[in-house]
């Protein structure tokens, strides 16, 4: 089970911190990301990162803004969200892959999902 969290209102420019985490499995050797959707619009990539190396992938429209990390020992992962722009906002969901797939962009491979978190950026 994936419980998402740190959503809420924020202006134009301000930071929000995600935190995803995972119960009953271990994700120390997982793929993890962050998906969103925006209202109207289909869901999107956002970041991954691979649990065991912390090696990282990010969608052109974030990078430089956000940050995903993890602690293993938490068996959490998080999105550190700077510089939010209003066409941020949209519900932000984590997801888990087991095998370790290079196909991270992809929402069919992640066997698991949490229930998502609303994001919303004011101008």
């Known amino acids: 089970q994936l419980q998402a969290s740190g959503g809420g209102l924020v202006q134009a420019g301000g930071s929000l911190r995600l935190s995803c985490a995972a119960s009953?499995?271990?994700?120390?050797?997982?793929?993890m990301a962050w998906f969103r959707q925006a209202p109207g619009k289909e869901r999107e990539f956002v970041a991954a990162?691979?649990?065991?190396?912390?090696?990282?992938y990010y969608a052109d429209s974030v990078k430089g803004r956000f940050t995903i990390s993890r602690d293993n020992a938490k068996n959490t992962v998080y999105l550190q969200m700077n510089s939010l722009k209003p066409e941020d906002t949209a519900v932000y969901y984590c997801?888990?892959?087991?095998?370790?797939?290079?196909?991270?962009?992809?929402?069919?491979?992640?066997?698991?999902w949490g229930q998502g978190t609303l994001v919303t950026v004011s101008s």
């Open positions: 997801a888990a892959d087991e095998t370790g797939t290079y196909y991270y962009t992809l929402i069919s491979v992640y066997e698991y």
């Open positions: 990162i691979r649990m065991s190396a912390a090696v990282t």
């Open positions: 009953g499995r271990t994700v120390s050797t997982y793929v």
